[in-house]
């Protein structure tokens, strides 16, 4: 399948970042029914901007289905600091999955599984027959960078990207995908709730990493460490363990999906039937500039 690549989204990422890009000033797109529309409005712009700038042949939409999933069994606190969605928000959470459907684009999630895990499961199965692209704002993500899969960072402004392959991965950040994992594990993730080692940073944790290649690796050579950074470390040995299986993305999660099950045929006349009830007007003209050109 030579060219052909699929777009693995994080929908969730799209969702949020959709919601506060289009809820300035505290106004929230509705439809004349009254249904709040703004976070869907924004998904749907953030998805063709990134049609039309990849151009995929096949895409899937992975979605959280729930606060309450493994991670959270391994340590209560997992995602605790996050405050509860924006009550116009929450109607959208079914929406946009009905949008996604109508688009012709798979929805996946499955439950005691972060969207996380689906792409990082999916990117390896589909790895197998194409080129992946994983699209999200998340740099945990970054540790599903392959042979075949980058990973497409959205940053801020339109049409902003930044593209981790291993070459951009190791000359940016200086570590490998393998090694995000255990930088997690050092640092923690506030956005996530998990403390990592307690006094361990990014550039502390970066220069180990560098020198000794993994947490086992810096385990091994406890010894030869400034003591500082010793008693850190062996002061919060079991929650850097803990961190690290935190951190790490599952790439076995019960889900699947055949190369043929995600190919993107867009329903021109579907599409704008949907958007006009959802009073996207100015997006119809998008899908077909994007449709024709494709």
Same mark, same amino acid.
């Given at each position: 399948?030579?060219?052909? !690549?699929?777009?693995?989204? %994080?929908?969730? $990422?799209?969702?949020?970042?959709?919601?506060?890009?289009?809820?300035?000033?505290?106004?929230?797109?509705?439809?004349?029914?009254?249904?709040?529309?703004?976070?869907?409005?924004?998904?749907? *712009?953030?998805?063709?901007?990134?049609?039309?700038?990849?151009?995929?042949?096949?895409?899937?939409?992975?979605? %959280?289905?729930?606060? *309450?999933?493994?991670?959270?069994?391994?340590?209560?606190?997992?995602?605790?600091?996050?405050?509860?969605?924006?009550?116009?928000?929450?109607?959208?959470?079914?929406?946009?999955? /009905?949008?996604?459907?109508?688009?012709?684009?798979?929805?996946?999630?499955? &439950?005691?599984?972060?969207?996380?895990?689906?792409?990082?499961?999916?990117? !390896?199965?589909?790895?197998?027959?194409?080129?992946?692209?994983?699209?999200?704002?998340?740099? %945990?993500?970054?540790? #599903? =960078?392959?042979?075949? =899969?980058?990973?497409?960072?959205? !940053?801020?402004?339109?049409?902003?990207?930044?593209?981790?392959?291993?070459?951009?991965?190791?000359?940016?950040? +200086?570590?490998?995908?393998?090694?995000?994992?255990?930088?997690?594990?050092?640092?923690?993730?506030?956005?996530?709730?998990?403390?990592?080692?307690?006094?361990?940073? /990014?550039?502390?944790?970066?220069?180990?990493?560098?020198?000794?290649?993994?947490?086992?690796?810096?385990?091994?050579?406890?010894?030869?460490?400034?003591?500082?950074?010793?008693?850190?470390?062996? $002061?919060?040995? %079991?929650?850097?363990?803990?961190? +690290?299986?935190?951190?790490?993305?599952?790439?076995?999660?019960?889900?699947?999906?055949?190369?043929?099950?995600?190919?993107?045929?867009?329903?021109?006349?579907?599409?704008?039937?949907?958007?006009?009830?959802? /009073?996207?007007?100015? #997006?119809?003209?998008?899908?077909? +500039?994007?449709?024709? &050109?494709?």
């Amino acid at each position: 399948m030579a060219d052909e !690549k699929v777009l693995l989204v %994080d929908g969730m $990422a799209l969702l949020f970042r959709g919601y506060y890009a289009n809820s300035y000033g505290g106004y929230i797109r509705k439809t004349k029914a009254g249904l709040p529309t703004n976070a869907v409005y924004g998904f749907v *712009k953030y998805l063709l901007d990134a049609c039309k700038t990849f151009n995929p042949t096949h895409i899937v939409c992975c979605w %959280d289905m729930g606060s *309450k999933t493994f991670r959270t069994e391994k340590f209560a606190d997992y995602k605790g600091n996050r405050p509860e969605a924006p009550a116009d928000l929450i109607p959208q959470f079914d929406l946009v999955k /009905e949008v996604v459907s109508g688009l012709n684009i798979p929805n996946i999630g499955i &439950v005691g599984y972060e969207a996380d895990d689906c792409i990082g499961t999916l990117s !390896k199965q589909l790895s197998t027959h194409l080129d992946v692209l994983v699209l999200t704002g998340d740099h %945990d993500m970054l540790q #599903l =960078v392959d042979e075949r =899969v980058q990973v497409v960072i959205m !940053k801020k402004g339109p049409s902003n990207y930044a593209v981790y392959d291993s070459v951009k991965l190791l000359e940016e950040k +200086r570590l490998t995908a393998k090694q995000f994992i255990d930088l997690k594990g050092l640092i923690g993730d506030t956005s996530d709730n998990y403390p990592g080692v307690k006094g361990i940073g /990014e550039k502390t944790a970066t220069k180990l990493l560098v020198e000794y290649l993994s947490i086992d690796g810096i385990l091994d050579n406890l010894h030869q460490l400034p003591k500082g950074i010793k008693a850190k470390i062996e $002061a919060d040995l %079991d929650m850097l363990h803990l961190c +690290r299986e935190l951190a790490t993305i599952t790439c076995d999660a019960p889900v699947a999906c055949l190369p043929d099950e995600c190919l993107w045929r867009p329903d021109q006349a579907q599409i704008a039937s949907l958007f006009e009830q959802l /009073e996207f007007s100015s #997006l119809v003209k998008e899908v077909n +500039r994007l449709i024709a &050109v494709s």
